[in-house]
């Protein structure tokens, strides 16, 4: 049998580019849907911000995003280090959901909150897991009929990551209760340190009370947290929030 021939490149170009509440990598839920409180924009660029291009996606609830993971290094290897494994044992690249992929392309379900066509077009949505600045190359709608498999087998990853539990000392909560989008803030934290944003590494091995400060941030602040470990627990704590 003879060998189809491959093209050399394929030319994509951006449609639009995300604004979100996660100006930084570190801290991102791992997967999408996992912080419902985390809200982003996607601004389409010209002449995809034709109001025409999106006429119709009101109907629709659920979007597939389709982007590159333009932070991620263009190097890949075959054999990656998924943090649901610990960081420690691999797998192969295809076999997961890594960053670090041979073309950087990656696929994010979000919910559509509202479309504004008033100065090109701007969707509005909710539990988007991208960095500010992500290039988006492609929207579809989703259909739950057809792409909803509650049956399909999930690998090494057959369940939602457990949840934490989150506190916010005095300082911490004295911080929120001055901010206009306060309780908003607080929900999107709560749901971000509760899936661990600590590499893997970090998150195995450490002894009974220590309590290493972390940093993350969110939106315009910086907050920052220890994982609080007693026996086989471990909480979050929110120490501080910090102009960024």
């Not at 979007?63 to 932070?71: G, N």
């Not at 610990?86 to 295809?94: L, P, R």
């Not at 907050?223 to 909480?235: D, H, K, N, P, Q």
């Amino acid at each position: 049998m003879s060998e189809l021939p491959l093209p050399d490149a394929f030319t994509l170009s951006p449609i639009g580019v995300i604004e979100s509440d996660y100006p930084d990598k570190f801290g991102i839920p791992r997967q999408p849907g996992l912080a419902p409180a985390a809200r982003a924009s996607l601004v389409l660029a010209p002449p995809f911000d034709d109001p025409l291009a999106v006429r119709g996606l009101e109907a629709f609830s659920h979007l597939w995003l389709t982007f590159v993971f333009h932070e991620s290094p263009e190097r890949w290897t075959p054999l990656v280090r998924p943090p649901r494994l610990g960081g420690n044992a691999k797998v192969g690249v295809f076999a997961s959901r890594s960053t670090h992929r041979p073309n950087r392309l990656g696929l994010s379900l979000v919910e559509l909150l509202a479309i504004d066509t008033r100065r090109g077009v701007r969707l509005t949505l909710a539990g988007a897991d991208l960095v500010s600045g992500t290039p988006v190359l492609d929207i579809k709608p989703y259909l739950p009929w057809a792409e909803s498999r509650p049956e399909a087998r999930a690998g090494f990853a057959p369940e939602a990551p457990p949840q934490l539990a989150v506190a916010f000392n005095d300082e911490a909560a004295a911080t929120l209760a001055e901010r206009p989008d306060g309780d908003s803030l607080r929900e999107l934290i709560g749901q971000v340190l509760a899936q661990d944003p600590r590499p893997a590494y970090h998150s195995t091995g450490r002894k009974e009370g220590e309590a290493r400060t972390y940093g993350v941030r969110l939106r315009d602040v910086d907050v920052r947290f220890r994982a609080l470990a007693a026996g086989e627990s471990t909480r979050m704590e929110v120490v501080a929030i910090v102009a960024a």
